[in-house]
C-alpha cells in the first residue's frame, strides 16, 4: 500500500505534545543495582516496591518523571471479542495506574498498541468473508465498549499498527543497519538472536530453541524471530525495501512504544503469558535500536483467569471463556472490580460463581455501611452512644495499612481487607442500639469514615454512590432519571384512567371503558420495560420516619421500580417513588432494608 520512509517521522511531534520534551534518552542513576545487571533509574521515587520482572524481587519504583510517567500496555489483537481473561487482566492494570495517580502522585501517559494487522484476523476474516480492515475495525470498537463497559479508563493515546507502518519499517532498518538482523531472498527480516549474545533472557532467563519451525524456513537460527514477513497470496501487505509484507508482531511494540516515549520507558504492562516470548524480543529490538543498555525498567505481568477448579486459563482457543458482554448480564463492572481487587495482580485468580457473589456481598456490606452512617448523621437512626475515640483510632490505623499495602507492590487484598475492618469497627458501633436513644452524638466521626471509605473505592475506580445503579455504567444516573420520569408519568397517566369522576354507575362504566386503553398502554409499558431489567410495582411499606417507634409505623404505599439484571433476587432496590408529592417519602438510606423486612 505505501512504503514512505520517514524516520519517526512523527516521535519528536508526539513527544512534545505529551510534554516529554524532545530529549532523547533516560536520564539514570550510575549506581547499578546488584544482580541481574539492572539499572536503577533516577527520577521520582514513587514510594512504591513493585514486582519486576526484570529482575524478579521488588524494586523501588522510580519513575522518569512524576509530570510524564511513561507507560506502555500491549493492547489487544481485534480479531474476536475480548473474554473474562482479557478484562481481569486490563481491570487490573487500570487499578494500578488509578493508584498511582491518586495515592502516589504519578501523572501517566499510557500508550497502548492496537495489533489490527496478524495471522488471526486474516484467518478469521476469510471464514467470515469479510476483509481484514473491517474486521478488525469491528473488533477494535468491541473492544473500547468493552473497557468502558468495565470502566476501565481509557489509554491516553490509542496507536493502530496499521496507521504506522513506515514507522515500523524505519525501525526495522535501524536494527538491520546496527547489525542485529537480516533480510532473506524470500523476502523476510529476522532478528539475529545470536548477534544478542547473553543480553537475550532479560525477563525469564531461558534459552530460546527451536519451536516448531517449518521445514522451508529461511532463517539463518532457527529461534531467530520475524521483524517483517513476506506477503503471502491473498494476504494484505505494504511495500517495504524488502518487497511486499507486513511486520512482525514484536516489532509493533517496540515501534510504538519508540514513537511517543523515544528510548525511555519507566513501565511496561501485559498479562504474564506476553513475558516470553513477547516483551523479551521486545526488550532485543529496543536496546539495539536504541543503543541503550536499558529500555523498559520496570515489567509488570498480570496472572492468568482461572476457570475454578482446573488448571487451565481461561482463553479462546481452549474455548472454556465468558465474555465480557455476557458476564456483565450478571454483576456490575464495580462487582468484578472488587473481585479482581481480592487477590494480587500477579497472581493467577480462579473464576467461580461463588467468588464473584462474595465480591457482591462484600460491596453491598460497604454500602450498606455507609448508608447506615449517614442515617445515624441525620440522626434517623437511633444508637446508643459511640465509643468515638475507638473509632478515630481505627480510621487512623485503616488509612496507613491501607497506604503501606498499597506501596507493597499494589497488595490491594490487603487494602480491602484494612477497609472491611474498619466497615466492621463502624458496624459494631451502629448495632449498638438501646432502648433509649439519647445522649451524645457522634456524626463527624462516621463523617469521616464515611468520607475515607467513598474515596477508598473511588480511587480504585468503585463507586458506592452509584451502587443502587446495579447496571453500573457511566449512564446509569441518566438511566435512573429517565427511568424515574417515566415511571412517574405512567403513574399520573394510570391514576387518571382508574378515577371515578362520574356520578352514575353507567357513566362511570362508560368513562372506564373509553380509558381501558390508557390502561393497557400502562400495562403494556411495564411488561416492556422488563425486558430492559425495569421491573414496577406497587408495594406498601412500613416505615420509620424520623426516631419515631411502635404505633406511630405508618403504612404508605410507595412505588417501586428495580433497576438491574436480576433485581429481584438481589434484594436490591432501585429507587422508590412515592405517588403522592406531599407525602413523607422512604428513607432512601434504607431502602434496601426495608424491601427485604
Ligand atoms: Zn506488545
Known sequence: MQSSRGALVGAPLLRAA???????GPRRAASEAHGQG??????????????????RRKDPLIVGSADATSWYSCGPTVYDHAHLGHACSYVRFDIIRRILTRVFGCNIIMVMGITDVDD???RRAREMNVSPTSLANLYEEDFKQDMAALKILPPTVYLRVTENIPQIISFIEGIIAKGHAYSTAKGNVYFDLQSRGDKYGKLVGVAPGPVGEPVESDKRHASDFALWKAAKPQEMFWASPWGNGRPGWHIECSTISSLVFGSQ????SGGIDLAFPHHENEIAQCEVFHQCKQWGNYFLHSGHLHVKGKEEKMSKSLKNYITIKDFLKTASPDVFRLFCMRSSYRSAIDYSDGAVLEAKHLL?????????????MRGQL???????DVLWERLSHTKGAVKAALADDFDTPGAVDAVMDLIHHGNRQLKAVTKEPGGPRSPAVFGS????IEQFFETVGISLADRQFVSGDSGSA????????????????RQFALATGEATREARRQQLLERQPLLEACDTLRQDLVAHGISIKIEFLLFLWGRKIGPELTSVPILLYFICGSPPQHGLMSGALSPHPGSKPANPGHQGRAHQT
Not at 469514615?449 to 475515607?452: A, M, Q, R, T
Open 18 to 24: 505529551l510534554g516529554l520534551g524532545l530529549g532523547p
Open 382 to 388: 437511633a444508637c446508643g452512644p459511640i465509643g468515638e
Open 478 to 493: 441518566t438511566l435512573h432519571s429517565v427511568v424515574e420520569e417515566l415511571v412517574r408519568f405512567r403513574l399520573k397517566v
Open 265 to 268: 520507558l519507566d513501565i511496561h
Open 364 to 376: 453491598l456490606a460497604a454500602t450498606a455501611f455507609v448508608e447506615d452512617a449517614r442515617a445515624y
Open 120 to 122: 488471526k484476523i486474516i
Open 38 to 55: 539492572w539499572l536503577q533509574p533516577a527520577g521520582y521515587d514513587t514510594g512504591v516496591k513493585v514486582y519486576n520482572s526484570r529482575t
Open 449 to 452: 469514615i464515611v468520607s475515607y
